[in-house]
């Protein structure tokens, strides 16, 4: 009896009816292998960043649950469109929405989790030979409301049915082959890793590297099922996400750009002040790092914020926060991610050169098991990434 696999496809894999004759192809070979084959999709190309500049020139501050129904209804399309597709090919499809599909959800809109999967109706599909087409990226709280997963929750989608439905693999298809030592875009000699324990990989999306979402990482290594990253558009080798593999090197370096750096300031010192600092953060969702008061005497708080969350973190500053002095800016950090390399020494002696030699700046550094990490004062160029890159990897 033929066991379930899940296969995901990006955005970039959905693009357009000529790539998604590319996909087709793709599906038809794995099921004229194992006819038991659910595949997730996400939203074609731009689609959702379309869909949610359209609703910001209706409103600065769309409500997030009109959200969530507008931004849901782009996989809808992707999914719709893949089932048409094969069953004129003479393969049986049938697409199915979030809540279709039995994903239940928390009532967190925009970044919801999955809380459970009711997968009745996707192995009443598979026992029928039907090819199981779910749209990515959402589901449905117990108001009955349609909710997101968050950017990147396709990923998470299709890892958490792969658990559910006990699935031998599941495989991420995009428009990359696979992880790679860093950026191949920044760095020319970057190389594909074969494998990658669930820690590694869990500290490099976590970092900002847009391979594969962090929950669904977290549910791979819960549920132990190997996640096997590919391209859609050729046939090499991918890398295998799966259990933690003994041995200390270095695996990937992570340079994220996308961070700002906030410093907010009040006269004097005020408790009251931080707590409606916080409470303001966590209600409209914006995640903050590294934060911290330095003064006894003042209210000087430094943290940082995603650069997506920008905009959001402004209205803020305007509407609720007006009485702080504020300032923020652009910053780097590197991440230097391997199993052990808390172990070696030598590895953070080697980061510790090359930040003396350029001169650097640290904010802030971080280790741990698998990971030295490093936020600098500043945006880095891409060549700092390049002779970390030589040192630590290419030696």
Not at 45 to 68: C, I, M, Q, V, Y
């Amino acid at each position: 009896m033929d066991t379930v696999i899940v296969l995901k496809f990006g955005g970039s894999s959905m693009a357009d009816n000529l790539t998604l004759n590319i996909v087709a192809q793709k599906i038809i070979d794995f099921y004229q292998k194992n006819k038991k084959l659910v595949v997730v999709v996400s939203a074609q190309g731009k689609t959702t960043d379309r869909l949610l500049s359209e609703a910001k020139e209706l409103s600065n501050l769309p409500e997030e649950r009109e959200l969530d129904v507008l931004l849901s209804t782009g996989e809808q399309v992707s999914m719709s469109k893949l089932a048409i597709l094969l069953n004129r090919l003479g393969y049986k499809a049938v697409s199915l929405t979030g809540w279709q599909a039995g994903i239940a959800t928390n009532d967190l809109n925009q970044n919801a989790k999955i809380e459970t999967i009711d997968v009745t109706r996707i192995q009443k599909e598979l026992e029928q030979e039907n090819i199981v087409i779910v749209a990515g990226f959402q589901g449905i709280n117990l108001k009955g409301d349609i909710t997101t997963l968050g950017r990147g929750g396709s990923d998470t989608t299709a890892v958490a049915i792969a658990s559910a439905l006990q699935a031998k693999q599941c495989y991420i298809f995009s428009d990359v082959d696979g992880v790679y030592t860093t950026d191949p875009n920044k760095v020319t000699t970057a190389k594909k890793l074969e494998t990658l324990s669930y820690e590694e990989m869990l500290e490099i999306a976590n970092e900002g590297a847009k391979v594969l979402h962090n929950r669904s990482i977290e549910v791979g290594q819960k549920y132990h099922i190997p996640i096997i990253t590919k391209s859609t558009f050729n046939n090499k080798a991918g890398t295998i996400v799966q259990d933690k593999i003994e041995d200390t090197k270095v695996k990937s370096i992570v340079k994220n750009d996308d961070i700002i750096y906030v410093n907010m300031k009040y006269e004097t010192y005020s408790l009251e002040l931080f707590h409606q600092l916080l409470s303001l953060l966590l209600e409209h969702q914006i995640a903050v790092n590294h934060i911290q008061n330095e003064s006894k005497h003042t209210t000087n708080i430094f943290f940082t914020i995603k650069a997506s969350s920008l905009s959001k973190f402004q209205n803020l500053l305007e509407e609720d926060l007006s009485s702080f002095d504020s300032s923020y800016h652009n910053v780097s950090k590197i991440a230097i991610v391997g199993h052990g390399i808390r172990n070696d020494d030598t590895i953070f002696k080697k980061v510790m050169k090359i930040v003396k030699l350029n001169q650097l700046e640290v904010y802030h550094i971080e280790v741990n098991e698998s990971k030295i990490a490093l936020l600098f004062t500043q945006k880095l160029p891409n060549y700092i990434l390049e002779q970390l890159h030589k040192e630590l990897i290419e030696e």
